[in-house]
Each structure stands twice: as C-alpha cells, then as structure tokens.
C-alpha cells in the first residue's frame, strides 16, 4: 500500500511537474503581440485646465469600479476650480500602459499628485504617512487622498490656505 500511495504521488509530481512547463510561443516577425485590450478603448480621461498646476494621475483599468474612483478625483479637483487637472490612464490600452510603466517602472494600480505617490500630511491632529499606490482600501483611503492633495494644492498656491474654494 506505501509502493501504491508513493507511485501515486510521485505521478502526480511528474504530471504537475511536465504539465505546467512554461511554454514559449515565438509571434512570426512580421506580428505584433495582441492589445491588452480592444482598440477602440480610451485610454486617456481629464477632468480640469490645462493650466492647472497641481496634477493628479491615476494608473488603473477604466472599468466601471474604477471609473468611480475617477469620478471621485473628479469632484476633487472641482473644490479648487483652476488649479487641479486630472488624467487618469487605462493602463490595458498600449499609450495607457507606456505611461504608467513611464511613472512607476511597472504595469500596476496607483496614482500621483505632481509626480509623487507618498505624502506625510496632517490628519486629525496627527502626522500621518500616506500611499496612494494601489487600490482605495488598500493603501490608501478618500480622506487620506483629499489630505494629500489640500497640502500640495497648499505648497503649490502658498496664497491659498489649501482649502476648497467652497469653505
């Protein structure tokens, strides 16, 4: 019964083993790789002036659940008319794909406020360390973001308190 049960998983190794090889598939010369996505896919969306001086970018597939996270920077940038631009790129179309390797050095989810993803901001009276890479939940949380960007929109308009226009 050991000689059957030792067979038996030493087979299940072999196959394990042989059947999940990595396999090389050469395209002909003349063939480019398949899109990440269909062709006809957005891969750019802004909301905000071109003179804006503060830039938020956001890296993410621009599906429905993380259209809302665009629609959310939307309403951001909104708070401090003129000053805030936002682009977020789809990072499955090709463009969308270059410029989020361009800001991260890889293919993942995240965003930048005028080319930074880490802030030290002040919340609820303590000095909190901030990522807006990944995902809402994550790393990072929608007061934490609407921190970050009040104290660059602060830096970058010192005539400003850094709060939004509607306070």
Same mark, same amino acid.
């Given at each position: 019964?050991?000689?059957?049960?030792? *067979?038996?998983? =030493?087979? !299940?190794?072999?196959? =394990?083993?042989?059947?999940?090889?990595?396999? +090389? +598939?050469?395209?002909? $010369? #003349?063939?480019?790789?398949?899109?990440?996505? $269909? =062709?006809?896919? +957005?891969?750019? =969306?802004?909301?905000?002036?071109?003179?804006? /001086?503060?830039?938020? %970018?956001? *890296?993410?597939?621009? #599906?429905?659940?993380?259209?809302?996270?665009? %629609?959310?920077?939307? $309403?951001?940038?909104? /708070?401090?008319?003129?000053?805030?631009?936002?682009?977020?790129?789809? *990072?499955?179309?090709?463009?969308?794909?270059?410029?989020? %390797?361009?800001? *991260?050095?890889?293919?993942?989810? &995240?965003?930048?406020?005028?080319? /930074?993803?880490?802030?030290?901001?002040?919340? #609820? &009276?303590?000095?909190?360390? !901030?990522?807006?890479?990944?995902?809402?939940?994550?790393?990072?949380?929608?007061?934490?973001?609407?921190?970050?960007?009040?104290?660059?929109?602060?830096?970058?308009?010192?005539?400003?308190?850094?709060?939004?226009?509607? %306070?």
């Amino acid at each position: 019964m050991k000689n059957l049960i030792a *067979f038996a998983v =030493l087979g !299940i190794f072999a196959i =394990l083993l042989v059947g999940c090889g990595t396999k +090389t +598939t050469t395209l002909p $010369s #003349n063939e480019a790789p398949p899109p990440r996505i $269909s =062709l006809n896919q +957005t891969p750019k =969306l802004t909301h905000g002036p071109e003179a804006a /001086k503060v830039h938020i %970018e956001a *890296f993410f597939p621009l #599906n429905e659940k993380h259209l809302k996270i665009v %629609e959310f920077l939307n $309403s951001l940038a909104d /708070k401090y008319p003129g000053k805030v631009k936002v682009a977020a790129w789809d *990072f499955r179309t090709e463009e969308g794909g270059k410029e989020t %390797e361009k800001a *991260f050095g890889k293919i993942c989810g &995240g965003m930048r406020i005028n080319g /930074k993803s880490d802030f030290k901001v002040m919340m #609820n &009276g303590k000095l909190r360390e !901030i990522s807006i890479m990944d995902g809402e939940w994550v790393t990072w949380t929608k007061p934490e973001v609407e921190a970050s960007l009040a104290q660059v929109v602060k830096e970058t308009y010192p005539a400003s308190d850094g709060r939004p226009a509607s %306070e």
